[in-house]
């Protein structure tokens, strides 16, 4: 008898390449891979454009493009414009974190 793992990769050997084609188009629909300034790779909302930026919010599970925008009367504002991945942000929004409550 099988294990569970194996079964897994035999399932998956049956499908070959185009299965993993699919799976990664699935992931990414609608999506873009993206650079920030400061040199961070992440996938974003497929009309992410140069000039928006990243937060993370205090408590969020995964950081956020926002973009700036300003009001009628001069002052500036920020829209939310979607969630992001970025490689490695959980991380740091971690270490960030510790350090704010140093």
Request: proline share 3%; no cysteine.
């Amino acid at each position: 008898m099988l294990s569970s793992h194996q079964e897994t990769a035999d399932e998956t050997m049956k499908h070959g390449s185009g299965y993993y084609f699919h799976r990664i188009m699935n992931w990414t629909y609608k999506r873009r891979g993206f650079r920030t300034v400061s040199g961070w790779v992440g996938l974003g909302p497929e009309f992410i454009a140069p000039g928006v930026k990243m937060a993370i919010f205090l408590g969020a599970q995964t950081p956020f493009v926002i973009r700036e925008t300003s009001l009628r009367d001069g002052r500036m504002s920020h829209i939310l414009v979607s969630e992001a991945y970025v490689d490695g942000i959980t991380e740091w929004g971690e270490s960030f974190l510790m350090q704010a409550q140093r």
